[in-house]
């Protein structure tokens, strides 16, 4: 595995644990987190920090009634 693509997970498991502390602090004030759409986005960006290289996002899915 090269170093982009570890760099990657280490990102999405970031943003899935980031999604897990959300839930457990709805739940902790009594919300159920189904009424919270949520979106995680981070970039990896170049070594002079100044552009994005590419976008990592971690989204809950609304589930609409047909």
Do not use: P, Q
């Not at 839930?23 to 979106?39: F, I, M, P, Q, W």
């Not at 981070?42 to 990592?56: C, E, Q, Y």
């Amino acid at each position: 595995m090269d170093d982009d693509t570890e760099l990657e997970v280490v990102v999405m498991e970031g943003l899935c644990k980031a999604r897990k502390a959300l839930e457990d602090c709805l739940s902790k004030y009594g919300y159920d987190s189904a009424y919270v759409d949520t979106r995680f986005t981070a970039w990896i960006v170049d070594a002079s920090f100044t552009t994005r290289l590419r976008r990592i996002e971690y989204e809950t899915e609304v589930k609409e009634e047909k």
